[in-house]
């Protein structure tokens, strides 16, 4: 293959990966973050948060507690959780969701030392 020929397919190439990601990033919601695209065939973008997170979800609101996602708890505001707050339940519960918890996860003090923060299938210790 010739060298004019290479340089045809690269650009041809390059052209239809930038029109690729300037469309993919018109048709995607990252809340209060910025779509990124990438060259990866397989994530061909990310949503950049102001709280550090690169996710696929919409990044939280400048202040996530404002749509009372605890329901009866207290939200308090965490930036460097992935949804940028945590709830604080009853019975000592700490939720990353809400406090519609079924189950306490966290009873049986799991992290020893830590604080057990229940999330949406088991719990991280911090």
């Not at 397989?42 to 949503?47: M, V």
């Not at 000592?92 to 519609?100: E, G, H």
Request: net charge negative; aromatic share 8%; proline share 6%.
């Amino acid at each position: 293959m010739n060298h004019q020929k290479m340089i045809m397919i690269f650009f041809f190439l390059t052209i239809k990966h930038l029109v690729y990601s300037e469309d993919i990033c018109n048709s995607i919601t990252c809340g209060s973050g910025n779509c990124i695209t990438t060259t990866n065939p397989t994530l061909p973008y990310y949503c950049q948060c102001s709280n550090g997170f690169n996710t696929i979800l919409p990044c939280p609101s400048e202040n996530p507690c404002s749509r009372n996602s605890c329901g009866q708890g207290t939200c308090e505001v965490v930036p460097k959780l992935l949804y940028g707050y945590l709830c604080r339940c009853a019975d000592d519960i700490i939720s990353l969701t809400n406090c519609n918890v079924t189950h306490n996860v966290c009873a049986s003090n799991p992290c020893i030392n830590g604080i057990c923060i229940e999330g949406l299938t088991s719990f991280i210790c911090h």
